[in-house]
């Protein structure tokens, strides 16, 4: 069973940066697509960044701050998040994509004005 662990949430400021990170058991980034999500109360669960055979693409509300990245070898996935605003606050879930069907605690970030 694949499971997720992920981290590097924080609280800041907009305009502040964080970098979160992922490390998936077995080959669950090894193969196929990797993404990040994010969570709102209230809300669906979001895709904001992801691989697939294609490269990497981004929703178009984080496009130019937001970055992703792989490290295959270890298996685990990054996002490199600037100019952070007050919308981006939620929390933050990596996973497949097409997603499993189990997900990671998730890791809150927190952006105050």
């Known amino acids: 069973q694949v499971q997720f662990v992920e981290s590097g949430g924080d609280s800041v400021q907009a305009g502040g940066s964080l970098r979160l990170s992922c490390t998936a058991s077995?080959?669950?980034?090894?193969?196929?697509?990797a993404g990040w999500y994010r969570q709102v109360p209230g809300s669906q669960r979001e895709l904001v960044a992801w691989?697939?055979?294609?490269?990497?693409h981004y929703t178009d509300s984080v496009k130019g701050r937001f970055t992703i990245s792989r490290n295959n070898a270890k298996n685990v996935l990054y996002l490199q998040m600037d100019s952070l605003k007050p919308e981006d606050t939620a929390v933050y879930f990596c996973?497949?994509?097409?997603?499993?069907?189990?997900w990671g605690q998730g890791t809150q970030v927190t952006v105050s004005s």
């Open positions: 691989f697939n055979s294609g490269g990497m």
């Open positions: 077995g080959s669950a980034f090894r193969f196929g697509g």
């Open positions: 996973n497949g994509v097409p997603s499993y069907r189990n």
